[in-house]
């Protein structure tokens, strides 16, 4: 059976009453509980007890007439507006339109009311009163939604905007559960959710708000038709779609009819997600980049303070030498003239190191450097590296060069792995003044391979430990020993270019052990 339309029929007339009655069932269309009142008195009593939806009004009642009902029924249901249609004798109509002034629906004249009138005119005011409330709630729903957009997007944190919209939607549908997941960037999402996935091990962004008892499993959700779900898709300026994630709406406590508005809401919501995750990210981007913006800034006027600082003394050591040969050149010993060539040349070399290494970390800074792995042999590769640096150096120390294990199947680039070892051994010497072993291990293991370089050097005050990885940083006990702090800056960046690590292990003057543990293969996630 339909559901039944409550009405009221007041009139004093019984026969009347029974007219009505008699007709309002004969309809086809509608179904119509009536109930029936002979004085205007018992109507409004039941008006007040047992809400009706429409009141069928005779308009000369004994106890009162229609105008005075009409303000009497407004307050004593608190100005609540129940639908009425007037009934008046021929000759009233003046009356009915006073009646109609005062909010009544529509008026009929009673002498010969056809079934068929009647009828009409009560499925009219039904269909306005549809019409209305249906208008009524799309307004009421239109202002919560305002209402709840305003609140998420009061914020500029995507997890506080996600979290606020998961509660508002949550408490705005009544239903179990709420829950904004994003897609898995792996897979290859249709708008459908089929290729959707999520790893509970390694969770994406996740939020939901309801009841804890609901067994929540987005995958099992997705392929629940019950569940109400909506994409989640960001669109840049070029108008490129982008799919985010999905909106859902989970009832597990019995089955939900999800209505047509309510899709509407979670559209709307998610539309409105898709600026605000939009937003965030942004927002989060510029904020990094100001970040990294700042760092270069402070990495430029560190190098303008280190290498006006830097490049004075040898600077003028050069120019000295320079100005002693061009006045005294032609008096000058061989042996002498040699010495203070020597000091241009060594003095040279050292200010073009010092602007090869800022360069180089400049390219790491601006995330340049070029990255390109080749198959080494790295005993050979070590051999030779070792020999050339053994030129270099006095006969107070000793390389020895050990390789253990596995050490096939290494791919590096060539010129990175040169700027790791080449600081690496650099250092275990000049921090070595007295001289001293210099032990060079590798050790090959099944997919990465492990070096470590030892020295019995000056070693490293422990508070001095942390820092010495950033640009420009040296330890405290350096004393007159040149450097600038760029080596293992360098050497870290390099490092971690091929997805390895660097730790280090030392002492003040007990010596240093650097150990740099590198992947065979390294596939790059960015180029550079
Ligand atoms: P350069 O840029 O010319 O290499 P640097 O040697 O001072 O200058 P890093 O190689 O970055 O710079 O080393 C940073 C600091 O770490 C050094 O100044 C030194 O204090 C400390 N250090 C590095 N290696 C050793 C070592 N083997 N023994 C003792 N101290 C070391
Ligand atoms: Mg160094």
Redesign the pocket.
């Known amino acids: 059976m339909p559901n039944a339309w409550k009405l009221l029929i007041i009139d004093d007339c019984a026969t009347d009453r029974k007219i009505y009655r008699r007709f309002l069932l004969k309809d086809p269309h509608h179904y119509y509980q009536i109930l029936e009142a002979d004085s205007a008195e018992v109507g409004l009593g039941l008006c007040q007890n047992m809400p009706c939806d429409l009141i069928l009004l005779d308009f000369c009642l004994p106890d009162m007439s229609g105008i005075e009902f009409l303000d009497q029924l407004r307050q004593k249901t608190f100005g609540s507006s129940v639908p009425v249609i007037m009934l008046t004798g021929r000759g009233d109509e003046e009356i009915a339109v006073e009646a109609m002034k005062k909010g009544v629906q529509d008026y009929l004249v009673k002498q010969h009311l056809k079934a068929d009138v009647l009828q009409l005119a009560v499925r009219n005011v039904i269909k306005q009163l549809c019409l209305q409330t249906q208008l009524q709630k799309t307004q009421e729903r239109q202002r919560l939604i305002a209402t709840m957009l305003l609140r998420i997007r009061q914020s500029l944190d995507l997890e506080e905007i996600l979290y606020t919209a998961v509660r508002e939607v949550q408490q705005m549908l009544k239903c179990d559960r709420v829950i904004v997941c994003q897609s898995s960037p792996e897979a290859d999402s249709d708008q459908t959710g089929q290729n959707y996935t999520t790893d509970q091990n390694n969770p994406l962004l996740c939020y939901w708000a309801g009841s804890d008892d609901c067994n929540f499993n987005p995958l099992e959700l997705l392929d629940n038709k019950a569940n109400l779900m909506v994409p989640i898709t960001l669109s840049d300026q070029q108008t490129v779609s982008k799919p985010w994630g999905f909106l859902i709406a989970h009832q597990c406590t019995g089955k939900r009819e999800w209505q047509s508005d309510e899709l509407e809401v979670l559209c709307e919501v998610s539309v409105q997600l898709a600026i605000a995750i939009q937003q965030a990210e942004l927002l989060t981007k510029t904020q990094a980049a100001l970040e990294k913006e700042k760092q270069l800034n402070a990495f430029k006027s560190q190098i303008i303070t280190t290498i006006s600082h830097e490049y004075r003394t040898p600077l003028a050591s050069i120019l000295a030498a320079a100005s002693t040969l061009k006045q005294y050149g032609d008096h000058l010993e061989e042996l002498k003239k040699h010495k203070f060539l020597h000091i241009i040349e060594q003095k040279a070399r050292h200010m073009s ?1 010092l602007i090869d ?1 800022m360069l180089v970390m400049n390219q790491f800074e601006l995330n340049k450097t070029k990255f390109k792995t080749i198959p080494l042999d790295l005993e050979q590769f070590f051999s030779s590296l070792i020999s050339e640096q053994q030129q270099l150096v006095s006969d107070r120390h000793e390389f020895i060069f050990q390789s253990t294990g596995n050490n096939k199947g290494f791919w590096g680039d060539q010129g990175l792995l040169r700027l790791i070892f080449s ?1 690496l051994m ?3 010497i ?3 003044p007295k001289g001293g072993n210099v032990e060079f291990h590798l050790i090959g293991k099944e997919s990465e391979v492990i070096f470590f370089i030892q ?1 019995q ?4 005050p422990i508070a ?1 430990q942390t820092n ?1 990885f950033q640009p420009f ?3 405290s ?2 004393d007159t020993l ?8 360098i050497t870290k960046a390099c490092v971690e270019l091929h997805g390895g690590s660097i730790t280090l292990d ?1 002492q003040p003057d007990q010596g ?1 052990k ?1 150990t740099v543990c590198l992947p065979k293969q390294h596939i790059q996630k960015s180029s550079h």
Not at 457 to 460: D, E
Not at 482 to 489: I, S, V
Request: glycine residues 18%; proline residues 3%.
């Open positions: 190191k290494d600081n650099s250092n275990a000049k921090y070595s020295d050097g000056i070693g490293i001095d010495l940083c040296r330890g006990n350096v040149p450097g600038t702090g760029l080596g293992l800056a030392s240093t650097v």
